[in-house]
């Protein structure tokens, strides 16, 4: 490229890569790299040519070096009481920050100090009987150099003053004195002036006059503050009035009603142009509200609300939005057996000048609903959630980060042999030797506006709750064996179009206008459930699940429909029954690798035997089938498994559980060799993380406990996949209970 040395690029071959880099984020226009998306485990970058002298990139080739530091805080306090009424607080403070302990240049910097002196005089006026007035004088002062460990103001200091959020450190002094009138009928009158200088030229006056309390039956919350700053660039003005009025009507039930209304006006100006700064802003907003009493069960209430913004243009305030809103609240809470909780907020935004505010016009809904039931003495349980709203949605990028075996969820498996990562290659773990990756999100600066929906439901009807166990006809006692539940939980977001999206199941998975689903289905029919003989359950599991990516969607479907049965046969040995038939599906676009759509089946008998309580068998067989959807590869697995697993146990001091499984499996793939055959995302997930052929697993767990509060836990696992290694995992672990 011309005028250009040299730069860096992303490679897997080993005979070319010769760096490992990390990069930084120095801006847009500020860097020649951007990232970019090749599958690799992690971030890649690639390098884009400047046109002339213009950088097209915002990521540099570089690391932010972290020094080791120190830090230190000695802080010495006195507290002096004059008399009754009079006290004073001394406080000096010094701070020892070195920024880099390997460094000795300016170590001279590293300390700095700080003081504070407080005088409160609290009297009763003699001529006002039970009328109390408070001063206060207080001064403080902080060298620059000094650290806290904490932050040593309130968030809004820097707006209360007019500064800018991120400013360089200065010397600081602060003089504040206020005078505070406590009337007989619990009214307060509290002015107060301060005065704030700093060493870098800027000094500032402010004062506030603030009352609270009931005058004939109202309420006051009221306040204002005017600041007025000097700087060596720029000076002017904050001011913020703050005027809230209720009152509560005992002849409208306690009903209470009340007014707020709030101004600020912070107006920097630059002195030698007269015109206001970047960091001016003007808004005022207007609300009034009725609510019902608070001390019933019952509540009720209505606010509206506005808020006007304007915008610094030149040497005045151009009024850019405008936001309406209207919100309503209701809690029903008297009946127990049913409750409601309702917060709806509607909102329309008006644009009067589309050239300085940032916004568009537009309507939008927020509103949460809850509603809980028990009826007929349990008959009829549930709860039920409706909430919508809408928002921005970030696109997320993701990595997966190797842990020590075990502690992880996903295994990595090398499918091209290349010995890179990439992420089409992880998947969830089937066996903890393979957990050795966490997947990890990383959000992005990319977002949508989207319509944001969550509906969620569960019930459970059981009629035994209302049916008694005497003199049950025979269709009685039927009915009175049935337990039905029911749930759902789905999330949505979908792209923003300027409508209102009251419906959560509007799109389908595979819409575009789709950016993120969850789903969540089951339904289940449990016949003689809490029976010392026989029961039965039969449910249908469903989940449906859509997320937005920095490289495009990824989609999984899940569809289980599953029986279980079990009988005893005496107090000993019982029999039970699982079959499964069920649907998996995934879908990523962008690795065609990893789509796959399982049909499933399965059957398991098993036969338990029990020894009272100290030794019990289980032997079973499995069989599971599983076949790929032809446009996805045509995959077939079969498998037949046998397990015995057998449990001792010495009351609560020792036990010994041992299991023992072989495994079966034919695997066909047409699209693979033999050899390759099982090394793929659909051969991993078919065959459960084992491999064709027969595969032995084994385990045992033995806990142990010793002197009545140390519990001693030696875990096993081992397995041979077919014709691969023997893998065995041992573990030893301790609990102690205080």
Not at 14 to 20: D, G, I
Not at 112 to 136: C, D, I, M, P, R
Not at 151 to 177: C, M, T, Y
Not at 722 to 732: A, D, Q, Y
Request: proline share 3%.
């Amino acid at each position: 490229m011309p005028g250009v040395d040299s730069f860096y690029q992303y490679s897997t071959n080993p005979a070319l890569a010769k760096y490992n880099l990390s990069f930084v984020n120095f801006g847009v226009g500020n860097g020649n790299y951007v990232p970019d998306f090749n599958g690799a485990n992690g971030k890649v970058y690639k390098y884009v040519p400047p046109i002339g002298t213009q950088k097209q990139g915002s990521y540099e080739p570089a690391q932010i070096l972290v020094t080791p530091k120190k830090q230190q805080i000695i802080n010495l306090g006195v507290d002096y009481a004059i008399s009754k009424s009079a006290f004073v607080k001394a406080e000096l403070a010094t701070s020892n920050n070195d920024v880099n302990t390997f460094s000795v240049k300016d170590n001279g910097d590293d300390r700095g100090w700080a003081a504070k002196f407080q005088y409160n005089n609290s009297s009763v006026l003699k001529s006002e009987k039970g009328n109390q007035l408070s001063t206060t004088l207080d001064y403080e002062y902080v060298q620059k150099k000094f650290k806290p460990l904490e932050r040593l103001r309130s968030v809004e200091f820097s707006r209360d003053w007019g500064l800018p959020l991120l400013q360089l450190p200065a010397d600081e002094n602060i003089i504040k004195a206020a005078a505070t009138l406590v009337t007989r009928s619990k009214n307060t009158f509290t002015y107060q002036f301060i005065n704030y200088h700093r060493s870098d030229q800027y000094n500032g006056f402010q004062n506030s006059l603030t009352q609270s309390g009931n005058i004939k039956g109202w309420q006051m919350n009221n306040q204002i503050v005017l600041t007025q700053f000097n700087n060596s660039n720029d000076k002017g003005y904050v001011f913020r009035p703050v005027l809230d009025v209720n009152r509560q009507f005992k002849q409208l039930r306690n009903w209470r009603m009340g007014f707020r209304y709030a101004l600020e006006q912070n107006a920097p100006r630059y002195k030698q142009t007269d015109t206001l700064t970047p960091l001016s802003f003007y808004f005022d907003s207007y609300s009034v509200y009725i609510k019902s009493d608070d001390a019933k069960k019952n509540k009720y209430g209505v606010t509206f609300f506005t808020r006007t913004d304007r915008y610094p243009v030149s040497k005045s305030f151009v009024k850019g939005d405008r936001s309406l809103n209207l919100n309503l609240q209701t809690e029903l809470l008297s009946n127990p057996k049913r409750q409601f909780f309702l917060n709806a907020t509607f909102r329309k935004l008006k644009i009067f000048d589309s050239t300085i505010s940032l916004q568009k016009g537009d309507e939008t809904i927020l509103g949460r609903a809850e509603y809980s039931m028990n009826e007929w003495n349990g008959l009829i349980v549930g709860n039920l959630l409706y909430e919508t709203g809408a928002g921005q949605e970030q696109r997320r990028d993701f990595a997966y980060l190797e842990v020590p075996a075990g502690t992880g969820q996903y295994a990595w498996i090398d499918y091209n042999s290349d010995g890179v990562q990439q992420l089409n290659e992880f998947e969830l773990a089937a066996f903890p030797d393979q957990a050795k990756f966490i997947r990890i999100f990383i959000p992005t600066n990319e977002f949508l506006k989207a319509n944001y929906i969550t509906f969620s439901y569960r019930f459970d009807i059981s009629p035994r709750s209302v049916l008694k166990a005497k003199d049950l006809k025979s269709f009685e006692k039927f009915i009175s064996k049935i337990i039905l539940t029911t749930s759902l939980q789905t999330s949505k977001k979908s792209l923003s179009t300027g409508s209102f999206e009251f419906n959560p199941f509007k799109y389908n998975i595979n819409s575009a206008a789709l950016i993120t689903v969850f789903t969540d289905l089951f339904n289940n029919f449990s016949f003689n459930r809490g029976s010392s003989k026989w029961f039965f359950d039969f449910s249908n599991h469903r989940r449906n699940g859509k997320s937005l990516l920095t490289y495009g969607y990824e989609s999984n479907r899940l569809n289980d429909w599953l029986l279980k049965w079990r009988m005893n046969m005496g107090r000993t040995m019982s029999i039970s029954l699982n079959a499964k038939k069920g649907l998996m599906e995934l879908l990523t676009p962008q690795f065609n690798n990893r789509n796959y759509q399982l049909t499933m089946y399965s059957l398991e008998p098993a036969f338990v035997y029990n020894k009272m309580t100290k030794f019990g068998v289980t032997a079973s067989y499995k069989f599971d089938d599983r076949k790929n959807n032809p446009l996805f590869g045509d995959q077939k697995s079969t498998s037949h498994s046998f397990t015995l697993e057998s449990v001792y146990s010495s009351l609560q001091r020792f036990s010994l559980r041992g299991k023992f499984t072989v495994n079966g499996i034919k695997y066909r793939d047409a699209n693979t060799t033999p050899i390759n055959a099982a090394n793929t995302t659909v051969a991993y997930i078919m065959l459960d993380g084992l491999l064709p052929g027969t595969n032995y697993l084994w385990s045992m767990e033995i806990r142990k406990r010793l002197m009545n509060n140390l519990d001693l836990t030696i875990l096993y696992n081992g397995r041979k996949s077919g014709s691969s290694r023997t893998v065995h995992i041992g573990t030893v672990g301790a609990n102690v209970l205080f």
